[in-house]
DNA sequence: TATGAATGAGGGTTCATTCAT
DNA sequence: CATGAATGAACCCTCATTCAT
């Protein structure tokens, strides 16, 4: 009778080649089969463990929250820092998340999918993924144009900020075909290239933001 | 072996229709019989007007192409206006089509499935759909930062244009999602809201850039 | 290009096979690899031309009903026969079908599983294929007790002269078991079992209606 | 290999909640796990307690039959009582076992089902289940014809009788269907309804042997 | 030129049973 | 005495493709 139960060995397998999976093929194109091949585990396991394909999907879709959640370093941004350092910190990283390849893309790759494919785990997504993410760049925005972090300025400038990195993330199978060099391998940016475009984002963001910032302090300031 | 009719009625239907279901669909989960059910045609018109799937699936891609490039107005921008006006005037432009409803955007879906699961329409893609826009915009760019069209910095800031725009296509579903009240009930964006974004993207960007053209235009005005 | 359309050759032996199994087996032990097989057909067969398993279903039991009623001397009695002779000649009639082995059984079995485990055909008989037979009981049986048709007390008698003859029908695994030898070895009655029976449930129920003939003819004649 | 443990509180829920559910139905159609699971037992519960699923079938049959005998009363009809009263008491106590709801009605359920889909329960219940029923018919009927319980005329009146009871059981669904207002919400008919049935069956029986007792007595006699 | 019919591989799911503990 | 885990056979259904006409 074992004291902890994380879930049967055979569960645990299952998730992890399910994540690799889901990730790889998305949610129908996943093939339970397949899945339990690479779990060593038999047809039927899934059903067994998780009821059916969805369930397993929202499962692989929690834990790899979780784990991304557990070594998320933007959430860990030096509060004492300047806005411009912070937000320089921020898309370092979240760049480096994107662009890096192995378990912490899955996340990524899921996301990618449902916002064209939606399931049920969109909705798990909206509520519990995104805004961590949405509302650490918001307040990193908001201190920067001395506005509330709601504010839909703020709440645009984001945007500008998150799809600037996005958009490498999303093309990153046509950089493979056009300048299969400068990406390596395993379908992972090196480090170096990382951290130049996130110098590059760092800077276009500064400075197009900076013009916004002016009339708000002034509408604040000149009261 | 049925030679090549461009004419034949049903092979048009086909395409239309196949075009509609693609887009929703994407490749793998789009359905022959609900294509040819749209269409009006027999099961095996598919295979007998374009030999397979996959075959009317790259016909779909070109013939899309096709009708894209014929109202591209981003390609038909005064070429003596000041650059910023052009920049306005394509990212205007861009997001129109990419944030309305309809066959216009229909490309855009599936490029943006291809970007997720390639399929052998990604080449096509990367050779003919891509270069024309990515063109344009490297000119605009290049004009604004005294640059080469293809220098390395123009290429980042195109990214940076480009993936501000794409993130709002690409985030739909979550907006529909989060603010169904500001989208319309197809799916498509107010042509205010479109205009809104376009001139917050269009500042954001020329303020971003304006820094980076510093050291150029001083090496050119001489200071 | 045919112009007498019954459907495929294939449909019919489909149709076919699947009443003998489903009569043999019912709706949902039936499976449809084994009526395949027995039409000599594909497995997808039934998903092509029936949609799904219970679809199949529903038109054998139409077709059933059709041949039923083709071949339903029940309803072909001779109205100027007195009722007494009407009634023996529907007993005799309807104990002959229940009472037979092959094709014209199988209705009535799948109507027999229906009553214990009902599917969407259920419906359909209680529409169409009961009443028929219950109106034709119920016009003799008014007109032995001079009541109308749907006279409470019609409807009872009319419940215990079917329930005599069903109970037959309903034991015949009984009968086989208990009595193996008055049955033939393809679970059919012999015909002169048949007409004993038939005597007997006629003389039973002629009988047991007379006594309540009596008040209701003379409330309506001594009135 | 466990010994046989009448007292395990386990298998005693087991054998309650198998009923339950096979009662609900049937053997094929009941799933070992909702047995289980009603039982609050693991799902290897039945297989250790009982071996198989048929094993416990068969148990449950016999347990239901050893309850119903324990209150059948009309194996308790007194004797002296004139064979008209007899009748009447045992139609009334049968039909009201049959359109009853609750467990007394289960073997009742079962045992439709296996005169349709025969399994090795269809041997019992030739052999302990119908001979006391059949019997006490039989002795009831014999006596008012003054023939021998086992005369075959007996034995069809007796048929006659229990088909007019069971036809009532049988056309439950259709009766709630055709007239749901008559039939409590819980399957079973209001007590006044099987009262008003029970006349009905002892009156068109008693009269419809009537006759049949006449010849007989006659032949006897010598008229 | 075009089609209705038919096919077969493979998908997810169900469920009685078995096994190690 | 009892159980959680695991299994494999089988079921219904889907769908791109092929064939005969």
């Known amino acids: 009778m074992p004291s902890y139960q994380p879930g049967s060995d055979t ?21 339970i089969s397949d899945i339990c091949q690479r779990a060593q585990a ?10 059916d394909k969805e369930s397993l999907y929202l499962a692989v879709v929690q834990k790899l929250d979780a784990e991304s959640k557990a070594d998320a ?8 820092a300047p806005p411009e350092e912070k937000l ?3 898309i370092r990283e979240f760049l480096a998340i994107l662009l890096k390849s192995g378990p912490s893309t ?3 790759k899921l996301m990618a999918r449902e916002m064209i494919e939606p399931t049920a785990a969109l909705d798990y997504m909206i509520e ?7 509302g650490a760049v918001r307040g990193i925005v908001g201190e920067l144009l001395s506005l509330p972090p709601d ?12 799809g600037q990195c996005m958009i490498y993330f999303d093309t990153k199978e046509i950089a493979l075909r056009v300048t299969p060099g400068l990406i390596n391998p395993d379908n992972s940016y090196p480090p170096a290239m990382i951290a130049f ?3 590059h984002v760092t800077q276009f963001s500064l400075h197009g933001m900076q013009s916004m910032a002016v009339p708000a302090a002034a509408a604040q300031t000149g009261k």
């Open 197 to 199: 475009l996130a110098e």
């Open 73 to 80: 370093t933007y959430m860990q941004i030096d509060p004492n």
């Open 106 to 108: 899955w996340l990524g």
């Open 151 to 162: 504010a839909p300025l703020v709440q645009m400038c984001v945007s500008s900020i998150l």
């Open 128 to 134: 519990k993924v995104i805004p961590p993410v949405d």
């Open 88 to 90: 320089q910190t921020f």
């Open 42 to 51: 038999n047809i039927a396991a899934v059903n067994y463990h998780f009821g």
């Open 11 to 31: 569960r645990n397998r299952l998730l992890v080649a399910a994540a690799e999976v889901f990730a790889e093929q998305g949610f129908r194109h996943a093939r």
